[in-house]
Every structure is written in structure tokens, then in C-alpha cells.
């Protein structure tokens, strides 16, 4: 019987040697936590289709800042819940935003933690579409003029670094000149480049209380269909100032990370979204599966397809997990 020189199965005898020859690492470092901020007081509301995740008022910060920090997480991003929501997204650039106040909450409680905010308009309006909408259409152009005022809002606030998340066209390039003029050109920006229109997204429409009204945003954000296409948007993106960018959602874009991490040698972030958190915690729940082992494999995945960041609802057990 003929045996190779070569055996694979050498390396991988022993917990040791496996961890020795270990091609992928994944970090609590590389793990940036989503907060859902809501105006009130003594709020904390479960999100019912991502159990562990809540809307929080702003009392109740402390308490998660703390914990974040105990778990070596370094970053949150910020989306926040207005009072009022109306035609030209007033909540998003308003001084006493809910966005702009949990900034200099959270920079009060921890200076050190990275503060990311998610620049879109699509929790402040009525109608709960990304952008300024005339005759049921949503305005690119005339979007770029608010989003640029929200960056500079939060960037005031005391953002560490701004993520529009619109998929307006020229949203990046508007908003770093805006910084810039505004002498904020020390703010990075990470841009949702790859941001396709997903399925995937549904729990995540409960906890930020912005499902549109009407129609969908498939005229804005990418066909799930295209692949090339992301290279385009992202060349698009660093063309106009992004410093991070960014594969949305993680999981089932794989092939899109891979594909834009060997493209482009920028730091590459992947967002594993809502309804990939759900549906690992569903089948946890049911006993299908062991939630600890699925969602460190996931992220893993996500880490070797060329993720060096990672938004994820799960970066809190991760870290209890990899401890």
C-alpha cells in the first residue's frame, strides 16, 4: 500500500499542533459591538427577533459600557431610536440627536472605547427610506447635503469614526469634505461599500424601528446578484476618502469579502448581520445546534475570506467564548 510522504493528518494529532500550524486567528480585538439607542429613561428592551440584543436609554449605558470594556471589546457602532421622525431626517444632525447625546455619554464613561457611528437617515424619517424622498423617489444628490451634516453632527459629538451606511452615490466624497472643511480631517471614515439589498436584514428592521413605509431599497442598495460590481463600488469608495471598507452582510457574501480583500489592501470589515445572529440563536434555541461552536466557526469563516474587522451582535459571548 502506497503512503505519501506527506500526511496532513501529522498536524493535526494534537489541540497543540493544531493550534501551532493555525492559518486563521479570530480575536475579541477584531470585533466591533452594535448598540440600538432609544430616547426615555430606565429602558432596556429586548429585541424579540435577536434574543440578548435590546434598545437602551441612555441611564442605561453605563452599565453596557462597562461590561463591553470587561470584555476587551474596543469599538461599538451606534444607531439610534428618535422621538420624532419627519420628512428630512431631522434626528440624524440635530445637536441634541440621540446619537450625538450617546457620543458624549459614552465618551464620558470610557474615552478609550471607539465610538463608530452608523451614518444613514433611514431611523429618522417617516417614511423610513435612506434618503430625502420626492414624488416616491429617493433623491441621491440632495441625500448627500444631509448626510453630510449628520457626519459633521457626530463627528462634533465626538465620533471616532464615521460609517455611512445610505449607498448613495458620492455620499463618501461628500461627507469627508464636509469633515474636512469643518476641520474634522483627523475623522476616518468606514464606508459600507459592498452594502447589497439582503433578506438578510429583517430582525435588524424591528430593533432600529426603520422598515420603509413603502416600496424596498433595491434602487440604492446592490443586487444580491452581483459580484463584480462590489469591486466597482468599493474603487468608488477609497477614490473619495474611505479609510475602512466595508462587505455587507458577512456570511453569505463570502465570496464578495475574499473578493475585495485580494482586490484592494485596505483595512476590511465585515458586518454579520442581524438575520445571520437570529438564525444561529433560533436553531441554538430549538437544540439544533451548539450556538457556541456555529457562531465561532461563523466568524472564523468571515476572518479567513479576509476580514480584519468584524460588526457582529455576538461579539459579546465571542468574548466570553474565546477567554
Known amino acids: 500500500m502506497y503512503f ?12 497543540a499542533l493544531r493550534e501551532l500550524v493555525r492559518e486563521t486567528e479570530l480575536s475579541v480585538k477584531d470585533f466591533i459591538y452594535p448598540l440600538f ?46 422621538e420624532t421622525k419627519d420628512e428630512i431626517a431631522s434626528g440624524a444632525y440635530h445637536e441634541e440627536g440621540i446619537v450625538q447625546l450617546a457620543i458624549r455619554k459614552i465618551k ?16 429618522y424619517t417617516d417614511h423610513g427610506h435612506c434618503g430625502i ?16 451634516r449628520a457626519g459633521v453632527a457626530q463627528a462634533e459629538a465626538g465620533a471616532d469614526i464615521i460609517a455611512p451606511s445610505d449607498m448613495m452615490d458620492g455620499r463618501v466624497g461628500a461627507i469627508r469634505a464636509a469633515l474636512d472643511s469643518e476641520k474634522f480631517d483627523h475623522i476616518p471614515i468606514m464606508a459600507y461599500s459592498a452594502k447589497y439589498a439582503s433578506s ?11 422598515t420603509p413605509s413603502f416600496g424596498d431599497r433595491h434602487s440604492y442598495q446592490m443586487d444580491p446578484a452581483n459580484a463584480m460590481e462590489s469591486l466597482r463600488e468599493t474603487a468608488m469608495d477609497i477614490e473619495e476618502g474611505a479609510d475602512i471598507i466595508m ?16 482586490e484592494f489592501d485596505y483595512p476590511l470589515a465585515a458586518y454579520n448581520v442581524s438575520g445571520e ?27 479567513r475570506a479576509g476580514a480584519d474587522i468584524i460588526l457582529t451582535y455576538h461579539a459579546k459571548d465571542a468574548a466570553r467564548w474565546l477567554k
Open 133 to 148: 424622498i420626492r414624488d416616491g423617489e429617493v433623491l441621491n444628490d440632495i441625500t448627500l447635503e444631509f448626510l453630510a
Open 4 to 15: 505519501p510522504t506527506y500526511r496532513p493528518r501529522r498536524l493535526r494529532r494534537t489541540p
Open 277 to 303: 445572529y437570529s438564525m444561529i440563536k433560533a436553531a441554538a434555541a430549538k437544540g439544533w445546534i451548539d450556538e457556541r461552536k456555529v457562531a465561532l466557526e461563523a466568524l472564523m469563516s468571515m476572518k
Open 247 to 262: 462587505v455587507k452582510p458577512a456570511l453569505s457574501y463570502l465570496d464578495i469579502i475574499a473578493a475585495v480583500r485580494a
Open 37 to 82: 439607542i432609544t430616547f426615555g429613561t430606565n429602558i432596556k428592551k429586548e429585541i424579540s427577533s435577536m434574543p440578548g440584543q435590546f434598545q437602551l436609554s441612555l441611564d442605561k449605558l453605563d452599565a453596557e459600557i462597562e461590561e463591553i470594556l470587561s470584555l476587551g471589546i474596543p469599538a461599538v457602532i451606534l444607531f439610534g431610536l428618535p
Open 108 to 123: 464620558e464613561l470610557a474615552p478609550e472605547l471607539l465610538v463608530v457611528t452608523d451614518l444613514c437617515l433611514c431611523e
Open 200 to 210: 438578510f436584514y429583517g430582525p435588524f428592521r424591528e430593533a432600529a424601528e426603520s
